[in-house]
C-alpha cells in the first residue's frame, strides 16, 4: 500500500472546492500529427470546414486590431493568409485527398500545405523563404483549430482533466461539459484561467509540474482546491477522510445560504459593501442569488471570448442592457476591453512581453474604433442610470484624458442621434499599475472612483509574473509594499472624496479581508462564489480590532510578519469550520 505523501500532489489551490473523479487526459503539446484512418466522411468534411472558417474569423480578428497599430502594410499578411484559405485549388485539394485516401483532415492539411512550405524553403530567394512562415503560420492555425474541435468532442462529463496549462476559454468550455476540477502543470493562482474557475465553481489545482506525468488516464484523482492538493489513486482511509469533508462542505453551504439577505456588516456596525465580479453570462443566476448588493466588476473580454470576432455595438448592447437590467437597482461596473496579457484574444498575437505590452487602455487607444463601438454600447445600456464604466490598465493622466474625449464623442453622436443614456455615468479607472497608484490623488481629480486590480498591482510592484507557479512564493499579497502601497491608495482616494473598492483577488481571500476592512475599504468585489463565505467572515469581526491588527501590519517590515499576524488573527476569530479548510 502506498504511504499517505507517496500518491500525494502539491501545488497551487486556483479555486476552492473538492472533487473525486477520474482523470482525462489531455496532452495538448504532445500530440503529433498522425496519418489516421477515418471512417465518417462526412464528419471529416465538416470539421475542415468549420476549422477553416474558424481560422478565417481569427484572422479577421487580427487583422483589424493590427491594421491601426502596424499599418495597412505589415497588417496584409494577414489579409494575404486570409486569401491562401480562400484559395479554390489549394481547398478542393485538400478535400479531394480526405475522400480519395479516407485520412484524417489534419494530415491531409499538413502534408498538402507542407509541399508549398518545403518548395518555398528552397528556394534562393530570401522572400520567399520568409513567405514560407506565413503559410506554415496558417498551416498550424488550421491544424490547432481541427484538433481541438476533436478534443472538445473527447472530454466526457464527470472527469478531473488533466493537462500541462490552460487558457480561460477551455475553463469556460471544462464548465459546459461539467467537468468536476482541473489540474495542471503550469500557472499560477491570478491566471485569468484560475479566475475563471473560481467563478464558474469548478475546484482547481495548478503549477503541479508533474501532473501529467503521474496522473495515468482513468486513475481517480482527489482534488483539494483549498489546501492545493491532488491526491493520486486515494487509499481508503483517504477516501473516506474527503467524502467526510465534501459532506461537511455541503453543509456548510446550506449554512452559509441562510446569510444571502443579511448586510455584510461587522459586529459594531461598519458596513461593507460587498459586490461580485462577472465574467461569463452563465455566472448571473450565481450573481443574482449569492446576496451581491451590485457588480464590481465585469471582465467584458471574458464575456465575449467565445466570440469569434469583435462583438458589434448592437450585440455589446443587448449583453449590457440584460445584466444590468437582471441587477437593476443596484450598479454594475462595466470595464472596457482589457485585451493583452494572458488573454490574448487573437491567439498568434506574439509580443515578447505580453503583460508589460499592448494590453487594456493602451490597446483601446490604439483602436479607437474598437473602443467607441464599446462605449457607444455601454451608454445606449445606461438609459436606467445603473451602470459605471470603468478602464483597465492606466499609468498615465494623458489615457484618462484621452479616453474622456472619445467617450464625450461617444456622448455627441447618441445625442444627436437622438438616442437616451445616462448623461452623468460614473467614469472610473482600476489602479493595478504602480504609477497609478503614486498619482493617485492626481487620477481622483479626473475620475468618479477607482478599483484597486490587485492581481496585476502586485505583479507590477513585486516584478513577479501573475501566472507564473516557478515565482509564486514570491507573488506575495502581504508584502510589506503591497500592504502599504494599498493604505496608501484607499487613504489618499477617500481623502479626495472618492469612493475606493477592490475587485482584485486578494479581496476574496480569507485571510485578507480583515487586513483589507482594517486599512478602511468598505467596497469589495468577489466572485459570486466567494460572496457567502466573506460576509460571513466580515459579520465575525469587530471593526475596531481590525483596525488595530492593520496598524501592526503597516509597521512589519516582512511578508512573513504580516502573513503570520493574519493567519492569528484568523484563527482567533474564525471559530468554526472555515478555518479548517485552509
Ligand atoms: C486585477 O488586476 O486585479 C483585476 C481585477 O483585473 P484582471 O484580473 O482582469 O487583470
Ligand atoms: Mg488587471
Request: charged letters at 30%; hydrophobic letters at 40%.
Amino acid at each position: 500500500m502506498k504511504s499517505a505523501s507517496e500518491n500525494k500532489l502539491k501545488g497551487i489551490g486556483a479555486a476552492p472546492g473538492i472533487s473525486i473523479s477520474k482523470a482525462f487526459l489531455y496532452k495538448k503539446e504532445k500530440e503529433e500529427i498522425i496519418n489516421e484512418p477515418i471512417t465518417d466522411l462526412n464528419e471529416a468534411i465538416q470539421n475542415l470546414d468549420a476549422a477553416l472558417e474558424k481560422s478565417k474569423k481569427e484572422l479577421r480578428k487580427i487583422f483589424s486590431l493590427a491594421v491601426d497599430k502596424l499599418g495597412e502594410k505589415r497588417a496584409a499578411i494577414f489579409e494575404a493568409q486570409i486569401m491562401i484559405l480562400d484559395d479554390p485549388i489549394l481547398i478542393s485539394t485538400v478535400r479531394n485527398r480526405i475522400k480519395s485516401e479516407m485520412r484524417a483532415p489534419e494530415y491531409i492539411v499538413h502534408d498538402e500545405i507542407s509541399k508549398y512550405t518545403d518548395m518555398m524553403n528552397m528556394s534562393h530567394e530570401p522572400f520567399m523563404r520568409e513567405r514560407s512562415h506565413d503559410i506554415e503560420d496558417i498551416k498550424n492555425r488550421i491544424i490547432r483549430n481541427l484538433k481541438k474541435k476533436k478534443w472538445k468532442s473527447k472530454i466526457t462529463s464527470d472527469v478531473v482533466v488533466v493537462t500541462t496549462t490552460v487558457s480561460p476559454s477551455d475553463t469556460v468550455l471544462f464548465s459546459r461539459v461539467n467537468v468536476k476540477g482541473y489540474v495542471t502543470d503550469f500557472g499560477g493562482l491570478t491566471s485569468h484561467a484560475a479566475i475563471v474557475a473560481r467563478s464558474l465553481n469548478i475546484p482547481a489545482v495548478v503549477g503541479l509540474h508533474e501532473a501529467t506525468n503521474r496522473i495515468k488516464e482513468d486513475d481517480l484523482v482527489i482534488i483539494d482546491g483549498y489546501k492545493g492538493e491532488v491526491i493520486i489513486n486515494p487509499d481508503e482511509k483517504q477516501l473516506k477522510e474527503y467524502q467526510k469533508k465534501i459532506s461537511r462542505l455541503q453543509k456548510q453551504g446550506e449554512e452559509l445560504d441562510k446569510l444571502r439577505d443579511l448586510p455584510a456588516e461587522t459586529t459594531d456596525g461598519k458596513l461593507i459593501h460587498l459586490l461580485a465580479n462577472l465574467e461569463l453570462t452563465d455566472e448571473m443566476e450565481m450573481v443574482t442569488h449569492s446576496g451581491a448588493k451590485g457588480i464590481g466588476l465585469v471582465r467584458t473580454e471574458q464575456l465575449f471570448e467565445e466570440y469569434e470576432a469583435f462583438p458589434d455595438e448592437e450585440e455589446q448592447y443587448q449583453m449590457y442592457k440584460s445584466i444590468a437590467e437582471r441587477i437593476y437597482p443596484e450598479i454594475v461596473t462595466i470595464r472596457t476591453f482589457d485585451i493583452g496579457g494572458d488573454k490574448v484574444l487573437p491567439v498568434d498575437f506574439k509580443e515578447p512581453n505580453p503583460f508589460l505590452g499592448w494590453r487594456g487602455i493602451r490597446l483601446l487607444l490604439d483602436n479607437p474604433q474598437l473602443f467607441k463601438t464599446q462605449v457607444r454600447a455601454v451608454l445606449r445600456a445606461s438609459s436606467h442610470k445603473n451602470i459605471k464604466l470603468m478602464l483597465p490598465m492606466i499609468a498615465s493622466l494623458i489615457e484618462v484624458k484621452r479616453s474622456k474625449e472619445l467617450i464625450n464623442e461617444c456622448k455627441d453622436e447618441l445625442k444627436k442621434e437622438g438616442i437616451n443614456f445616462d448623461k452623468h455615468m460614473g467614469l472610473g479607472i482600476m489602479i493595478e499599475i504602480p504609477s497609478a497608484a503614486v498619482l493617485i490623488r492626481d487620477f481622483a481629480e479626473e475620475v468618479d472612483f477607482v478599483s484597486i486590480g490587485t492581481n496585476d498591482l502586485i505583479q507590477y510592484l513585486l516584478a513577479v509574473d501573475r501566472g507564473n507557479e516557478i515565482v509564486s512564493s514570491i507573488y506575495q499579497e502581504f508584502h510589506p509594499a503591497v500592504v502599504r502601497t494599498l493604505h496608501y491608495i484607499i487613504s489618499e482616494g477617500m481623502n479626495c472624496g472618492k469612493s475606493v473598492s477592490m475587485c482584485g483577488e486578494m479581496a476574496a481571500d480569507p485571510f485578507a479581508v480583515p487586513l483589507l476592512i482594517g486599512l478602511g475599504l468598505d467596497t469589495i468585489s468577489v466572485s459570486a462564489s466567494a460572496i457567502p463565505l466573506i460576509k460571513k467572515i466580515i459579520r465575525n469581526l469587530s471593526y475596531k480590532e481590525l483596525k488595530a491588527v492593520a496598524d501592526e501590519c503597516l509597521a512589519f517590515k516582512s511578508e512573513k510578519e504580516i502573513n503570520d499576524r493574519m493567519h492569528r488573527f484568523f484563527n482567533e476569530n474564525e471559530k468554526d469550520q472555515i478555518k479548517n479548510l485552509y
